[in-house]
């Protein structure tokens, strides 16, 4: 089914390393603005970043290659497994938290990127931290009985020409915008009639705004180069800038994107059928 998409990147361009590709994936997943303890000036990617959620809260994972607290000792199906599965090496099944419910859509050759990528980087042995979780989330158990119940394997939207659907691929699968920008039932499933449309209870509690082109509660009265301007600088029209989680995703994540790609996801989020939801701004 993914093999339908046109890769996140082009193959391997002369000079190009797999790991620096790898990078580029990274970057695009926004796996340092989770993976790194940013607040606290945490060690890159060693895990620890707080996410105080309605279902408590949950601490990023170390993903540096230190073979006892880190990845170092899986193996790239070990990887391609927890990414796009939920399922660790010892077959322990991650809160959905860990957005491989977006992830399960991934290339095989960004996976592969990545997983490379994260092997070159300094493995740092720091213990994860235990999540502060009622009783009731406490027994893993339950994540299996959610994805018997709820998991289904991303599907982006094919049905549509380049650039419009490598920006789908970005915004539903490796950015896993919607995780965000969705609003979730009392399951923590995503509403698929308010995709992207804000959700009251964000990150931290905060709001997130709805980022459908609905002219009224959304972004569709901004201009292709105001959004552009806002996913790399974190200007909006009335000159405010972004704030909460958005800026981190700006700084370690939205400003290496290429150009090309940024105006993908400009394209995509302007091609998909507006939904009126006030949540808060942009």
């Avoid at 957005?99 to 300094?122: C, N």
Wanted: glycine share 10%.
């Amino acid at each position: 089914m993914f093999g339908v998409f046109v890769s996140l990147l082009a193959p391997v361009a002369p000079g190009q390393s797999l790991i620096e590709r790898g990078e580029y994936v990274l970057r695009a997943g926004g796996c340092a603005v989770c993976h790194t303890d940013l607040d606290n000036d945490g060690v890159y990617l060693a895990g620890g970043r707080a996410f105080n959620t309605p279902f408590g809260t949950f601490f990023s994972p170390n993903i540096t290659p230190d073979p006892s607290h880190g990845i170092g000792a899986w193996s790239l199906a070990d990887f391609s497994k927890a990414v796009t599965r939920g399922e660790g090496p010892e077959g322990l099944h991650y809160y959905p938290v860990f957005p491989y419910t977006s992830y399960s859509g991934m290339r095989t050759e960004d996976i592969q990127a990545l997983f490379t990528y994260l092997r070159s980087v300094k493995p740092v042995p720091q213990a994860d931290k235990l999540h502060d979780l009622p009783w009731y989330l406490q027994f893993r158990f339950v994540n299996r009985v959610w994805k018997y119940l709820f998991f289904e394997p991303n599907e982006p939207p094919i049905d549509m020409s380049e650039p419009v659907r490598r920006g789908a691929y970005l915004v539903t699968v490796l950015m896993h915008c919607g995780e965000c920008h969705t609003p979730r039932n009392l399951f923590g499933v995503l509403d698929d009639e308010l995709f992207l449309a804000g959700a009251k209870d964000g990150p931290d509690g905060d709001a997130v705004p709805n980022i459908t082109p609905d002219r009224k509660t959304g972004i569709g009265r901004w201009s292709r180069t105001t959004l552009i301007r806002y996913l790399t600088k974190g200007m909006e029209p009335d000159g405010d800038f972004a704030g909460g989680v958005m800026v981190d995703v700006i700084d370690e994540s939205l400003r290496h994107l290429s150009g090309s790609d940024i105006e993908a996801i400009v394209d995509y989020l302007k091609s998909i059928p507006p939904v009126p939801n006030q949540i808060a701004g942009p």
